[in-house]
């Protein structure tokens, strides 16, 4: 399994709307950030879904390292 691509230093605020599924590039590799685009062919490693269960503002991880995927917990700051 390779390591993810750190595409960016802070998260990506993005307003979601209830019932619409998300795939977040989980590999860095995508170039629609924070979503995948299918970069992560061959790399083992694969997006993650995420179904919005109500409309609103959300951070999805830009570094790719956050313990809770697919959203920043502050580990672009360590």
Not at 23 to 43: I, L, N, R, V, Y
Not at 45 to 71: D, H, L, M, N, W
């Amino acid at each position: 399994m390779s390591e993810p691509v750190r595409a960016s230093d802070t998260p990506y605020a993005i307003d979601v709307e209830e019932g619409k599924n998300y795939f977040w590039c989980a590999c860095g590799k995508s170039k629609e950030q924070p979503f995948c685009d299918g970069a992560h062919s061959g790399t083992g490693i694969a997006p993650v879904r995420y179904k919005a269960t109500e409309s609103k503002k959300v951070f999805f991880c830009g570094c790719k390292v956050t313990e809770g995927q697919p959203f920043c917990d502050g580990s672009h700051k360590k």
